[in-house]
């Protein structure tokens, strides 16, 4: 396992981290993941056995019951907290009253002492921002973060599923009032999805953000069980849950090419599809789940895939954005001064 700095900081972050949306299935999470607290244990302590340091979950996955069994499973297994770089999230619904979602002074101070108390721990290593909230300054969201971090319940801020405008006007505002920065970035990206080329991945480069990717197998798309036109395994994800959306025909013309790099490498496609999204520089932390331990354990190998310049260059042909104003014109008049 390979570890990676988180953004602009000294925090080490295992090149894979586990998520735990599949954790408990309680409400509508049950359509993502029912795994109960053994299986869970099974999952975390293959993870740390493979060298993996960091686990990512968020207040509303399971409406509270993944922090719970995370923090369980930790102290099940008598790991030491020193050694786990645990991130959480705020921002979605934890209950029906006005003030039971967003990201107000009042919200956020509510859910960080709700997840500290879940998760039985003193302190969150990352807390991040689950996506926006507009009727809530930014200014207030940036103030109440910082907050929590000079008062030691957290170590770092983040941010996810944010505009490039919407993460630069929090990281000028905390720049100009000397306040804690959002550190990275958590984002949807894959090789059949790389909508975040545009405009973030060249913000994540300017402001020094680590990049922490969400659904690399684009919701399982990306797993080895679909084919084109044909019908997939019942149990497979998408069957019940067709969720990020991807233009599946370009997606196929992906697989399409990666099905013989597999075959030739003696690897899954689901390990490549991850090992691509590790060749990226700016990629810090790829995130795997997983319903079953043989899931875990082929995607723990896509450390081991490694790709010629060559292969490089073929995925990027068949998964390559189209061209789109203004960046088509930035390229073609930045030429001059690189």
């Known amino acids: 396992m390979n570890y990676k700095l988180l953004g602009n900081t000294g925090l080490k972050v295992s090149e894979l981290c586990l998520g735990t949306m599949t954790f408990g299935g309680k409400g509508f999470w049950t359509a993502i993941g029912t795994l109960d607290q053994q299986a869970v244990d099974a999952l975390v302590r293959t993870s740390v056995d493979a060298g993996i340091n960091f686990m990512d979950t968020a207040n509303v996955y399971s409406e509270g019951l993944s922090e719970e069994m995370t923090g369980k499973s930790i102290r099940n297994l008598g790991l030491k907290r020193e050694d786990l770089v645990i991130a959480t999230k705020v921002r979605g619904k934890m ?69 490039a405008w919407q993460i630069m006007k929090a990281v000028g505002y905390s720049s100009f009032n000397r306040l804690s920065k959002f550190v990275s970035l958590q984002a949807y990206y894959t090789i059949a999805g790389r909508d975040l080329e545009r405009e973030i991945v060249p913000l994540l480069k300017d402001q020094h953000l680590g990049l922490l ?70 990629v810090s932390s790829v995130i795997i789940g997983a319903n079953k331990p043989e899931q875990l354990a082929d995607n723990l190998k896509a450390i081991e895939v490694k790709f010629s310049e060559a292969e490089l260059r073929q995925l990027d042909e068949v998964s390559k954005l189209p061209a789109e104003y203004p960046g088509w014109m930035i390229e073609r008049q930045g030429g001059d001064r690189k």
């Open 95 to 163: 209950s029906d009253t006005p003030n039971g979602t967003g990201l107000s002074r009042k919200h956020i101070l509510h859910e960080i002492d709700a997840s500290l108390h879940r998760l039985q721990m003193d302190y969150i290593d990352l807390y991040q921002i689950h996506g926006f909230d507009a009727l809530t300054p930014m200014e207030e969201i940036v103030d109440t973060l910082d907050g929590l971090v000079k008062s030691g319940k957290v170590r770092y801020i983040g941010c996810s599923n944010l505009a």
């Open 213 to 282: 990717v969400w659904s690399p197998l684009a919701g399982g798309l990306l797993s080895g069980k679909y084919k084109r036109n044909a019908a997939s395994a019942q149990d497979a994800r998408r069957t019940n849950f067709d969720f990020p959306p991807v233009n599946k025909d370009r997606a196929f013309d992906i697989i399409d090419v990666l099905e013989p790099m597999a075959k030739e490498k003696e690897a899954s496609v689901a390990q490549l599809a991850l090992s691509w999204l590790l060749h990226q520089p700016f």
